[in-house]
């Protein structure tokens, strides 16, 4: 009877801490996913060498509301910037021609990091429902300057915000609600 209790015990605890964590996919995933259920996609485009986007992946990802916000909201995609994923997007396939597998820290740009406008690490990168393009978001972020990014295109606010002028009013005017 206690191994049956300590069995259902961790079955709980592995599905609570799994629970609390980004669904991150592939972009070939997301988009698969976005044809059979329209969902607007986020991506975080890093590298293996980057500090800064360690810091996001422990300080920001790692927040329950920047999670839960995420994983409600869209399609979360994990992009090694400087990787050899093969992606098709778009009717066109993406790859990293001069990756090396031996190399440690930099390796050679993915064509679809040049292709998102990706310049700098960590580089967030939002597209809309239908796959379309909306803008990279660079650098990194706590959970609350995140935040206004991830609800300005989950509420389709960004279609109302055209001016530098009408930015900083919607920015003076958020009311953030994620815990530090």
């Given at each position: ?44 485009a890093y590298t293996t060498w980057c500090g800064p986007c360690k810091m996001l992946d422990r300080n920001t990802f790692s927040n ?117």
């Amino acid at each position: 009877m206690k191994k049956l209790l300590l069995f259902v015990f961790l079955i709980f605890s592995v599905s609570a801490i799994q629970a609390q964590e980004i669904k991150w996919m592939s972009m070939n995933e997301a988009l698969k996913a976005q044809k059979k259920n329209p969902k607007k996609i986020f991506v975080d485009a890093y590298t293996t060498w980057c500090g800064p986007c360690k810091m996001l992946d422990r300080n920001t990802f790692s927040n329950k509301d920047v999670i839960q916000y995420i994983n409600k909201h869209f399609y979360a995609v994990k992009f090694n910037a400087e990787g050899n994923e093969v992606i098709n997007f778009k009717d066109k396939v993406f790859k990293n021609p001069g990756y090396d597998p031996n190399k440690t820290g930099r390796n050679s740009v993915h064509e679809f990091t040049q292709a998102m406008g990706v310049s700098a690490y960590p580089t967030m990168v939002f597209f809309d429902e239908n796959a379309g393009f909306l803008t990279p978001v660079r650098g990194y972020l706590t959970p609350q300057k995140l935040e206004i990014f991830l609800k300005i295109f989950a509420t389709d606010d960004y279609k109302k915000v055209k001016t530098d002028e009408e930015w900083k009013k919607y920015q003076e005017e958020f009311e953030g609600t994620f815990s530090s």
